[in-house]
C-alpha cells in the first residue's frame, strides 16, 4: 500500500520566491495536515484540511497557504520566502471520522532558501 | 501558550538498559496523547497513543508510556532497549479544545550502544 507521499523531496529557491509543495495522502485518508519541522525541533502545526475546508491553523504568517483538492490531496504554498523557511515540510494524512486519530507521515520536502 | 516539554535531547544507554523519557504538556484541559519514533532515515511513525481508559499504554516493540494527570506527564519506557531502537522519539498532544492543532515535543536522540 502507498502511504503518504510528497514531492518534491528537495528544493532550492532564492529569498522572495515562491514555492508549492504537494501531498498524496493514503488512500481513503480524508485528513490532510502540514508542520514545519526546522533542524533540532519537533514538527511544528502550520494547517490541518478535512474534506476540502480547513479545520486548524497554527502560527504561521499569512504568507503560508494550503488547500486541498477533492481528490483530497493537498498543496501547501509559501510566498516571499525567507532565509527562516528552510526547514523540513512534513504532510501527514489521518482517516478521519475522529479527529483523535493516528497520523500517517511522509518522508517530507527538504526546503533550503538561499 | 500550550507546549509540549521533553526533558532530555540525547540519551545514550547500553543494550539492555532500561528506557524513561519524559514527556510534560502544559494544557489543563482532556488531551490526547502520542508517542512518534522516527528511526534513521524513515519517516515519523506511531509508538502508542492514549486517548482515555488505561493510562497505561503498550505500544509496539515493547514500548509502554503511562499518563499522570495531575503531573501532566507522559512518559515513555522500555524495560530493555536493543541497538534497533536507536532513533528520534517525539512526544505529541492534541488538546481536546474542538481544533486540530497537535503540538509536539523538541524530541529525544536515543542513541543506543551494542
Known amino acids: 500500500d502507498a502511504g503518504v507521499t510528497q514531492s518534491p523531496t528537495h528544493l532550492i529557491k532564492t529569498r522572495g520566491q515562491h514555492v508549492t509543495l504537494r501531498c498524496s495522502p493514503i488512500s481513503g485518508h480524508k485528513s490532510v495536515s502540514w508542520y514545519q519541522q526546522v533542524l533540532g525541533q519537533g514538527p511544528q502545526f502550520i494547517f490541518q484540511y478535512y474534506e476540502k475546508e480547513e479545520r486548524g491553523r497554527g502560527n504561521f504568517p499569512d504568507r503560508f497557504s494550503a488547500r486541498q483538492f477533492p481528490n483530497y490531496s493537498s498543496e501547501l504554498n509559501v510566498n516571499a520566502l525567507l532565509l527562516g523557511d528552510s526547514a523540513l515540510y512534513l504532510c501527514a494524512s489521518s482517516s478521519p471520522d475522529i479527529w483523535d486519530t493516528e497520523a500517517f507521515f511522509g518522508q517530507g520536502t527538504r526546503l533550503t532558501v538561499v | 501558550a500550550q507546549s509540549v516539554s521533553q526533558h532530555n535531547h540525547h540519551v545514550i544507554l547500553s543494550e539492555a538498559a532500561s528506557l524513561e523519557l519524559g514527556c510534560n504538556y502544559s494544557y489543563g484541559g482532556t488531551v490526547n496523547l502520542f508517542w512518534y519514533v522516527q528511526y534513521p532515515g524513515q519517516h515519523l511513525q506511531l509508538l502508542l497513543k492514549?486517548?482515555?481508559?488505561?493510562?497505561l499504554v503498550k505500544g509496539i516493540k515493547g514500548f509502554e508510556a503511562e499518563f499522570i494527570k495531575s503531573k501532566f506527564s507522559f512518559n515513555l519506557r522500555k524495560p530493555s532497549v536493543q541497538w534497533s531502537d536507536t532513533a528520534e522519539y517525539f512526544c505529541a498532544v492534541i488538546p481536546n479544545t474542538g481544533g486540530f492543532k497537535t503540538i509536539f515535543g523538541a524530541g529525544t536522540r536515543l542513541f543506543v550502544k551494542a
Open positions: 492514549y486517548f482515555s481508559g488505561d493510562p
